[in-house]
RNA sequence: GGUCCCGUAGCUCAGCUGGAUAGAGCAACAGAUUUCUAAUCUGUCGGUCAUUGGUUCGAAUCCAAUCGGGAUCACCA
């Protein structure tokens, strides 16, 4: 009972921007007459004195004052009245205030008190993260860890705002892709297992999908030869045979024009350029190949305008026979042996059945290790060859609803165009699912498992027009999980010479990445020789938890929206604004705090109740511990871990200038030691705190 | 072509619910350790916030147009 009334007059001061908007609400109004007016409180800036600033612009005009006569007004009332506010000064339409020791010394007891500090009110609503969900047909590669890493930290964060998480993957374990692999295996003829190999099962599985492809491709050139160079088509149907005589018209009235801008230009253009453009251009010219690179090489003038033309033609050229080649595809042997397959697998039939479930058993097991190398696990796991049948009766639904309609062909869609969409087909003709059909179904199962309120998919960018449609759907048939449904879009990871193609095998491999962020781990380690009494089992531990961390933070500072880019020479950094320099100021903190045990100094609020003179920073760092609830809710709030991310260097960036600032046991008085030990503390609880958040692992010592 | 996203320092990124002199890290340069972890701290250098116009007391931030980059526009997934 005491207890929990001393704790209520804590967190009453605790939030002080609470208080000193309710005293400023106050003042407004005592000294001025003003109701309900804004109050835009924001940090002040380093060059002023104060910690927080009260903007006056919006009084201006209501008052017919000027700034420097509200400012002082406020301000000496809140000195008066409010004991938090010390002193004040008024710069043109900002108050600066600073806030008492005893201001500062009370938030930061509040804060202490607190064991649950940082983590919102539970509420009784249940939220899916879905992410991660990958192919089976190939190993997980970097852009994978993007998801895997937002989605975990979202659903942290969303469990940190007090809501239940349920993580959920939709493994998507069946269809053409994997058909491929299992196509190409069975063709290899020989008995390869993960045992006997010695490869993890994904990259095995990865192995024939890339084999497939290769021999697709070989069988396929001299197919596009014929079709591009002799123009024979008799193997094709009539309706193919149209459409691939107008691509190829396409192509044969882009040549044109193509020749003549190529007449424009020569040789001699280029001589004022850097010698290694010039050789790009030299070899772009002889293979007329390469147009839109060698665009982005040239600064803007006469011959980039020329070189970009001859870079648009030739994409609408390959834009051309992309189309040609889908058609031609389809006629290979491998792709109509893959499609029987996929018929067979889809009618059951029992080898086919029986060598997926072998090759996916393989993947699984290789997916497994990877989870649990990075340190992700699931609560749901979703199989798509369960799902993808689903949502037929929604299609029905819809229809006696009157908000899907029939084609006359018996497709049934939706007219989304008074919302600036198109027209979807959310079920073939024939009456079989397409994509949206079973993510309507799937959405609906979701609901039925666990009764959730929010829905949240963790896909990347490309999909944002799908997800559009289909929440646009669910709010429509009016789910109760429609509103809360969000898609958290993300962008590509982007590699120093464009994207991530794995067939031309510049893909990053995601246990390749993690084995060579420990073998850096270690060797910064090593470098710094401090750690060589450490068991090797502990080091091998150590390095984990950096090199992991260091990934993580490189993956999720970033705004998710954003391509990023991801240089493997330098990208990962363990330096500055990364996650080893986080790690490393909790260590340090666990080193104080060791220290502090050793020595027996006492840190309860009693033992520095006479602390009265604070340094700026230890002002500082408190203030930017406070802010972490705060953090939380808008990391929360908009589906960004990047706020955290950022927010934690901020914190180690504050605990490291005050540790260099402030000596904590050579202090001056045994109060400041005292003090500072307690606030390193509070701070190590943060740290780990929001690392938790990221899904990174603290080290006791580094 | 329609729609959506992005464009901030040499590089990678913050800031974008409008507010002071646009911030970090990396890189470059100059300092700091008889001291609790230097994977650190302090400082210097570095910017027409893509461009133009508009709204406003005030715009990197909101609106419009333009230019660049990307994505997407299937009865594919």
Known sequence: MH???????????????????????????????????TITLQS???DFEGSHTLLLFPYLKPLQKKPEEIGQAIGDYLVGKAGVVGKYNVVKGFLNLSLTQEAWFASFEAMRQNPTFGNLPARPQKVMVEFSSPNTNKPLHLGHLRNIFLGWSL?????????????????????IHICKSMLAYQKAGKPETPA?????????????????????KQELAPMMREVLENQRLDIFTEAEKITLQNALKKIEDLKKPFAQAFAEITLVEFENLAPEIL??????????????????????????????????????TEEEIGNIKEIVQAKTVLMQEAQKMLQDWEAGKAEVIELWKEMNGWVFEGFKQSYDKIGVRFDKIYYESNTYQLGKDIAQEGLEKGIFGKEPNGAVSIDLTAEGLDKKV??????????????????????????????????????????????????????SYGEGMYHLSYGM???PHGKMKSREGTVVDADDLVTEMERIAEEKTKELGKMENLPAEELAKLYETIALGALKYFLLKVEPKKTMLFNPEESVNFHGDAAPFVQYNYARIQSILRKAEQDQVQYGQASYANYKTMHASEADLIAILLTLPA????????????????????????????????????????????????????????????????????????
């Open 279 to 316: 050789e790009k251009a030299k070899e772009t010219l002889q293979t007329q190949k390469g147009f839109k690179a060698l665009s982005k090489d040239l600064e803007k003038g006469e011959l980039a305008k020329k070189i970009k033309n001859l870079a648009s033609l030739e994409a609408k």
């Open 3 to 37: 207890k929990k009334a001393h704790l209520c007059v804590y967190l009453r001061i605790m939030n002080i921007e609470d208080t000193l908007t309710q005293h400023i609400k106050n003042a407004l109004q005592t000294l001025f007459g003003l109701q309900d007016a």
């Open 44 to 46: 002040t800036l380093k």
């Open 631 to 702: 953090k939380v809710q808008e990391a929360g709030e908009q589906y960004a871990p990047s706020v955290i991310a950022q927010y934690s260097y901020e914190v180690a960036k504050g605990y490291s200038r005050f540790f260099a600032d402030c000596s904590i046991f050579k202090a001056d008085t045994a109060e400041a030691r005292s003090f500072r030990v307690a606030l390193s503390a509070q701070t190590g609880y943060t740290l780990k705190f929001v690392l938790r958040l990221l899904g990174i692992k603290t080290p006791e010592r580094m």
């Open 426 to 479: 959310v079920q073939r003709g024939d009456g079989t699912s397409v994509y949206i059909t079973q993510d309507m179904g799937t959405a609906d199962l979701k609901f039925q498992d666990f009764g959730i309120d929010k829905s949240v998919y963790v896909v990347g960018n490309e999909q944002d027009y799908h997800f559009k449609v289909l929440f646009s759907i669910m709010k429509k048939l009016g789910r």
């Open 155 to 175: 659903s942290q964060i969303l469990e940190a705002c007090g809501y239940e998480v349920i993580k959920a993957n939709l493994i998507n374990d069946r269809g």
């Open 196 to 216: 006997s190999s010695g490869i993890k099962g994904d990259h095995l599985v990865g192995k024939y999908y890339v084999a497939f492809d290769k021999a697709l």
């Open 493 to 495: 990871v982007e590699l």
